[in-house]
């Protein structure tokens, strides 16, 4: 949707959360072939410092799966390196699969920040990667508390395991040791650096397309630490759905075949909506 | 000056910047009387959670020297709790003494971020704080820049070996591991933003008035750490300038009478001006 706004100003097919199964590889002996995997969106060079150094996610002349320079998964076909691709274990079904690269990106937070039973968590955001966030936070032991908007969303996580509240109705003067802003909205990170203790750190999630006016005195005068996070490791979120550490079906909204795709656009964009899945088969 | 603009909406004597001698004290046996002093500035309640973790300077309830609800040292006489004050060794002349506060400061830095040799750093703005800052950090053995408008005060930096660049001189596409935004203009963050390598750490040293527009999503894409950096160690600070490790004094640029202050404030704001003291004995 942010995408469809205008974020990063692309021009081509839409689509970086996907399962698939291989049809063809250059290397006609891949052991991938036949296999049913999903794919990292992010496609480096390869030689430069960052490529060589692991960190191809921020390779500077990289392509992004359906949001820079690279057409994407809503389609009977994409191409990415072999790579880039992970295997599907059997144990985790079509559905849970579309949800790896998303649910990666939860895990990129605690990879960034070391979360322990000793923090209280606020996981701002109903959508998605809220939910996502919350479910992985909550694997730590923190105490971790998703706030929201609409009720349906925020029983999803409380269904397993996470306090719910929703906004407007928090207590006045609390703050977290450690926020996350995943509102997907422009305001959502000033209301993050209101809700942080002094000393706290605010995980960035949303990217947004729109800018917004703000002052950022309070991360000075508090001494907040702001940590941008983005994608994250395939191999956790999958291990996780395999291990059914995560339960992620209740968040398919519904699934529709292709030719019903402006549908599926039209459901995604109301605001009960959480995953709509389109299938190409 | 950003006081006198409406940050944080203070009314009341300012100044928080100042070397004194200590005239009375409810203690009358204190060991202080007669002797000179700096003081912090930050006033805790001394009962909060954040007073007993010894992080008094971010008490929610703090008054804050010439800045939040108590009379600065723009006057013959302050008063401060014997505990903020700090001795002043003799090693360190009063004009240098008065660099304390600021200079503690941009060692603040050195405690939140790990800086080393190995690391690229940029100090952007060329005022007091952006000197300081950049001096301090070359004392880490990193390989230090400092970006600013004015060539005298960049010669400043200069003369103590380190390297400068005028604002608009700058390679293209080069980055640093580590940015410290110390301008002092709403604009200096989303510069800092663009010359931080991805993962890179952006250090926020300036309080600004204003409000500005701005896009956050170069810090979710780069996964950039941010890090609010205010006050720091004073014992550091005076140590350092005992020492003789950071050569404060070119920073001054007059000493006026207090008879003569609205001459100060007036070359205060003169943009080639650095620090501007009042003697009020």
């Known amino acids: 949707m942010e995408i469809i706004k205008g974020y990063q100003g692309f021009r081509g097919v839409l689509g970086h959360e996907f399962v698939g199964v291989v049809e063809s590889a250059a290397d006609e002996a891949s052991i991938l ?44 076909y994409l191409t990415l390196p072999v790579g880039n691709l992970h295997e599907v274990p059997d144990e985790v079904s079509d559905e849970e699969a579309v949800f790896t690269e998303p649910l990666a990106a939860a895990f990129e937070i605690t990879e960034q920040v070391a979360v322990s039973s000793n923090h209280s968590v606020l996981v701002m955001g109903d959508g998605k990667l809220g939910i996502l966030s919350a479910l992985v936070l909550g694997l730590t032991g923190a105490d971790v508390t998703l706030m929201g908007k609409h009720e349906n969303k925020l029983h999803v996580a ?13 207590g006045e003067e609390e703050t977290y040791d450690i926020v996350v802003e995943a509102t997907g909205s422009a305001g959502g990170f000033e209301t993050a650096l209101s809700l942080v203790r002094p000393r706290g750190t605010v995980v960035l999630k949303s990217t947004v397309a729109e800018s917004r006016e703000m002052n950022l005195a309070p991360i000075v005068i508090n001494e907040i630490t702001v940590i941008g996070s983005r994608c994250g490791p395939f191999d956790t ?24 795709a402006e549908r599926a656009f039209e459901l995604a964009r109301k605001k009960g909506s959480l995953k709509v899945l389109i299938d190409f088969r």
């Open 158 to 170: 409380a269904a397993q395991g996470v306090k719910t509240v929703l906004l407007g109705e928090m």
């Open 33 to 76: 072939l036949g296999k049913r995997v999903v794919g990292e969106i992010n496609i480096g060079c390869g030689e430069c410092e960052y490529c060589r150094a692991g960190l191809g996610n921020h390779c500077p002349r990289r392509t992004v799966l359906g949001i820079v320079e690279r057409d994407g998964a809503m389609a009977e």
């Open 237 to 260: 979120a999958l291990q996780a759905l395999a291990e059914k550490k995560i339960d992620v079906t209740p968040l398919v909204t519904e699934t529709f075949p292709v030719r019903d």
